[in-house]
Each structure stands twice: as structure tokens, then as C-alpha cells.
């Protein structure tokens, strides 16, 4: 073999050596297209500062896990006791925070039990917490 052939296979092997080189550093790198956060998604949080009050109490409840900055609608439903009954007695609007948290007061006006439900407008994410509420 002549010293310019061998001169050229052997500039062939590092050449190929090279790209398979390139190839692997790139193959075996993780993919990019993972997804933000979890998946699925968390389900909402709603929760009061108290479950059992008597009436004329105030109760906080605060949500969580929604969109950022999303209009929630709260449906406050109550069912007298010994009554098979139940209605609305409030609905509101507000807005979550940068972090998809909300609070709302709700007055406790009459015994008996009242369910707070909470929806969020684009995520569809509904959550619902109990208040009983005493003599």
C-alpha cells in the first residue's frame, strides 16, 4: 500500500469515528419535549377555616389549584335542618392570583348544612367543601 492510500483510510477512519461521536452525543441526550408540570393535572382544593360553626358565623373558604388569574364562580347552596330541600342563597365572582388561589367569606345566616362550590371558568375545575352549621 502506498503511503498516500494509507494516508487516506486511515483520514477515513477518523473522519467516521468523528461522526459517530457527533451522532451518539446527540442520541443520548433526554428529549425535549417533556411536559410543564404534572400530568394529569392536580384537581382543585377548596377549603373553609371551619367546618362546624354556629349561625351568624363567618367562614373563609379558600381555593387553590386553579388557572392563574382565572374568574371562578362560587354557588353557595343551603339545606335547612330536617328539610329535604336544598337552594342557593349566593353566587359570586373572583379572581384567582398569580398562583391559582382564591378566598371568599360566607356568613352562615340559619342552622343547617350549606355546600360551597367553587368552578373555575376556562380550566372547568369544580371542588365543593361542607359547612355545618348549628343552633
Given at each position: ?69 382565572e ?50 371558568k ?14
Amino acid at each position: 500500500m502506498s503511503r498516500n492510500r494509507a494516508s487516506a483510510v486511515l483520514s477515513a477512519l477518523v473522519a467516521m469515528l468523528a461522526m459517530t461521536a457527533g451522532l451518539l452525543a446527540f442520541t443520548t441526550s433526554p428529549a425535549s419535549a417533556t411536559p410543564r408540570g404534572p400530568y394529569p393535572p392536580p384537581p382543585p382544593s377548596l377549603v373553609v377555616n371551619k367546618g362546624v360553626v354556629k349561625y351568624g358565623v363567618t367562614v373563609k373558604a379558600k381555593g387553590s389549584k386553579y388557572a392563574k388569574k382565572e374568574k371562578v364562580y362560587i354557588t353557595v347552596y343551603f339545606k335547612a335542618k330536617g328539610s329535604k330541600k336544598t337552594k342557593v342563597v349566593k353566587t359570586a365572582k373572583v379572581y384567582t392570583d398569580k398562583n391559582g388561589k382564591f378566598s371568599i367569606n360566607v356568613k352562615m345566616s340559619k342552622p343547617g348544612t350549606v355546600q360551597i362550590k367553587a368552578t373555575g371558568k376556562t380550566s372547568k375545575k369544580t371542588a365543593t367543601v361542607m359547612v355545618y352549621v348549628l343552633d
